[in-house]
């Protein structure tokens, strides 16, 4: 009998400690404002932050709350991913009151000039940060036009897959009209591409360097514009031909 009363009350026991328990852990999760010091935010951690200001990442995470359980990942890594350089922000919890940001940043490749004004961008077309023209770094694309930085990285894909050459020589970029390209090569060359048939265009344009060895030469323009057809301009005047003929 003293056996079964042991048994009841130690199971009543328990009972009242698990509920105890449950009841501190719903309080923890939907009244974390009632154990502030438990969660409050002590240590923060930014990784891989070379170009971005790790000042700034902090200062986005003290803005939006000081409490991590209350902390909204998605909102946060937005906010920190509005920061100049930053990319793309991997938040992590550590419990009960460390916060680890790991950056990955932009990759500049080119300088855009949007109506004069010098920006860093990214390949995919995201600008960076805004440059002043001392600055400018004349080994690096310029690119202008409008949207051209949006268009970018088809144009530059296309080049990579049929005349990768050729990227390590291009000087400029402009982006005609919302529908096609003109560039300018490092010794001055000019090519003029078309609104369509990109891919082909520069199938072109690479054949006609290898068979005409134009690098070599005095062309100053190449005109592309035409589908199947190249007009070529040299210092001396201008000549037009076939490219399925070269």
């Known amino acids: 009998m003293m056996q079964v009363q042991i048994v009841k009350y130690t199971n009543i026991i328990s009972i009242i400690f698990i509920c105890i328990f449950m009841l501190t852990g719903l309080s923890y999760f939907y009244y974390p404002q009632l154990f502030p010091n438990i969660f409050e935010i002590k240590h923060i951690k930014v990784i891989d932050s070379q170009q971005s200001k790790e000042t700034d990442i902090r200062e986005k995470i003290s803005n939006l709350s000081d409490n991590l359980l209350l902390l909204d990942k998605q909102i946060l890594q937005n906010e920190i991913e509005e920061?100049?350089?930053v990319k793309r922000a991997n938040i992590?919890?550590?419990f009960?009151?460390?916060i680890q940001v790991q950056v990955i940043e932009n990759d500049p490749y080119a300088i855009f000039l949007n109506e004069g004004v010098p920006f860093l961008i990214d390949l995919d077309g995201t600008i960076i940060t805004?440059?002043?023209?001392?600055?400018?770094?004349?080994?690096?694309?310029?690119?202008l036009g409008e949207k051209a930085n949006e268009n970018l990285e088809s144009l530059i894909k296309s080049i990579n897959i049929h005349f990768p050459?050729?990227?390590n020589d291009i000087k400029s970029l402009e982006y005609i009209e919302l529908r096609r390209w003109n560039m300018k090569l490092r010794r001055d060359l000019k090519i003029k591409?078309?609104?369509e048939k990109i891919d082909q265009s520069i199938i072109n344009l690479?054949?006609?360097?290898v068979e005409q060895n134009v690098s070599e030469s005095n062309i100053i323009e190449i005109d592309l514009r035409i589908h199947g057809r190249a007009s070529v301009k040299v210092l001396e005047g201008k000549?037009?031909?076939g490219v399925d003929e070269i």
């Open 193 to 195: 591409f078309p609104d």
């Open 130 to 143: 805004q440059i002043s023209d001392q600055s400018i770094d004349t080994s690096m694309i310029q690119i």
């Open 96 to 98: 009960p009151n460390k």
């Open 206 to 209: 690479k054949r006609l360097f």
């Open 239 to 241: 000549v037009k031909f």
């Open 165 to 167: 050459e050729l990227l």
């Open 92 to 94: 992590k919890k550590i």
């Open 83 to 85: 920061v100049p350089w």
